[in-house]
């Protein structure tokens, strides 16, 4: 089975980075597993301008590449060479849509955010060979990443910009992204994921509503913002937006990537001691909360932020909430520049 | 079929006051209708000492006793003549749960907020005899009620205390009880509300999940103060509390309760003019808003207060967010008590 949706067309161009077979945290190994990435901008000859970013739930690299980098933004590949990696299982990188059977679809390996980061670290030493990379940044999935990446290898980030996301998910967190699956595979048509292409359409549906309804404030429904996107109505809004947004994605993927933002968290590496997890951190780093996110609360990043040793606690106010990690506010747009900015030029 | 929930075992002792054919705002006849309720206290000679509290969204008569009424607290027993009434469909009153054939289960007429407080308008003034309340109050759909009250009937009430809800749903209100819905008739077994006693527990739980994601706050689930109630994880807090109280419910009643809270709207009575609607309200008014409340938040809340002629908006903070109207935190209880004993003095 191949999705349309996860095509070069849609989201290239993009590169492939083979690692071979890779052994995932859980045990099981991904036989044949890569990477796809994009990268902008070119890499100084001392290895020390370079960037990561790695994508978010239902997101790919084209999605960043369109919201956050520019000559006129902070991730400007006139100075920068910014790699934007996909996590496994968006579709991209390997995913149950595009595995091999037996390990496809429903079988596919569970992955963790860990399983990404050193995936990822194999992608910058060997392919670019990049030691310390001047940024890592992410949003939601991509803060979770982020945060894996500077307790992980902290000799390896310089500066980590999480946006929007926690180092370990909360009991709430975990309770919401539970809601989200359950959409999805309560769908009768979900067979224990072994469903037809676009059967699980139902499914997807409400996994849209259910992430509509928390992912935005609920000013921007109340005000109504949609409005200068083109929408009519409320519902013509959260159809021709959101359920646009997840309906052509594939729901095995979809679940891979939920399950794998519900597990995340970086005291797996401390035996569960999260301020020694997060103490680890070396990097110069900007804790940039979304002040209005219902996904992320800014309380809940903000008791993170004071466990992080060189780290700053950065605001953002969107009425798009959490989703306004798409770009599609202007204000939220110019704001993280800012931050970025003032991160990239310190030392 | 009866649901043996709804026994005067388990929510009694309560009244019946039998409305007749009583007919409703979208056309139909409800026949043989009647409204459950129970008393406290004794209404004074003059008849100005009754209070009318309705039932919000899937809660009965016995919740707001347990939760509100004591010689200890505003609502007096001793001071006061206090009706507690059931909304229509909550399965004490007329319910597609307790209708007979063919006007029963999925057939049972939509009914409006307007219905009920044209009902229990007939139960106050033909029963009891009393031309004016000297309080309206309720939580949640209670609020929703109450405003109708007010509006509707502003010479039949010298006060009122809508708390955590809004006389006009918002548009992102409406979307959230709609994922609720949703929970609900997606389940194979509703068969289109015809299912069997028992089969739709999926959906039922589903259901519950949604509710508790945002019902409680955040903080509540990652403090986690439910821990004082006897649970142990999330998951068993989440079902021993929230699936508990709502699996024994009838599916239908709950459909019937969720449309009738996402339709409510007072400026159904003006032509859609709000400001025109609130403007008529000649009760004392206190707006009572929950400040971590996510169902019904404050700024919602106060935008309709400022249209209110005698109001002031109070606040209660707690970290059972909406569902601290449940009486669990002592906090919440002690400061809607001043607030209801304040407005009970004022004239």
Redesign the interface.
């Known amino acids: 089975m191949t999705v349309p949706y996860y095509s070069q067309q849609n989201h290239g161009p993009f590169e492939t980075f083979a690692l071979g077979d890779f052994d995932l945290e859980g045990g099981d190994r991904l036989r044949g597993a890569s990477l796809a990435y994009a990268t902008f901008g070119t890499l100084a000859a001392d290895g020390r301008n370079a960037i990561l970013f790695p994508s978010w739930y239902s997101g790919t690299s084209k999605i960043l590449e369109l919201a956050y980098i520019g000559s006129d933004r902070a991730l400007d590949p006139n100075k920068y060479f910014i790699i934007l990696v996909n996590q496994i299982g968006n579709g991209l990188s390997s995913s149950p849509s595009n595995a091999s059977a037996p390990f496809n679809a429903a079988r596919f390996p569970r992955i963790t955010i860990g399983d990404d980061v050193r995936a990822q670290h194999r992608l910058i030493s060997e392919k670019f060979g990049i030691e310390q990379l001047a940024l890592v940044l992410g949003g939601s999935m991509g803060a979770q990443q982020t945060y894996e990446w500077a307790v992980r290898f902290p000799d390896a980030v310089a500066r980590a910009a999480p946006i929007g996301g926690t180092a370990r998910t909360?009991?709430?967190?975990?309770?919401?992204v539970?809601?989200f699956i359950?959409a999805i595979t309560?769908?009768?048509a979900f067979d224990s994921g072994w469903y037809k292409e676009g059967a699980v359409h139902?499914g997807l549906r409400?996994h849209a509503?259910?992430f509509?309804?928390?992912g935005f404030t609920?000013?921007?429904?109340?005000q109504?913002g949609w409005r200068d996107l083109g929408f009519t109505t409320?519902d013509d809004f959260?159809t021709g937006f959101v359920e646009n947004h997840f309906l052509p994605q594939d729901p095995n993927n979809l679940i891979l990537l939920a399950q794998k933002w519900r597990d995340a968290d970086v005291s797996r590496l401390t035996h569960h001691d999260l301020p020694a997890a997060l103490g680890k951190i070396k990097a110069r780093t900007s804790v940039i909360a979304i002040e209005e996110d219902?996904f992320f609360?800014l309380?809940?990043i903000a008791a993170e932020q004071t466990l992080i040793p060189r780290s700053a606690l950065k605001r953002v106010s969107s009425v798009w909430g959490h989703l306004a990690l798409f770009g599609t506010d202007p204000g939220y747009n110019r704001t993280i520049d800012v931050h970025l900015t003032e991160l990239l030029a310190s030392h």
Do not use: E, I, W, Y
């Not at 909360?170 to 919401?176: D, E, G, I, M, V």
């Not at 609920?218 to 109340?222: C, I, S």
């Open positions: 909360t009991p709430h967190n975990r309770l919401l539970d809601t359950d309560s769908d009768p139902r409400r509503r259910l509509a309804v928390s609920q000013t921007l429904f109340n109504p409320t959260v219902v609360p309380a809940d």
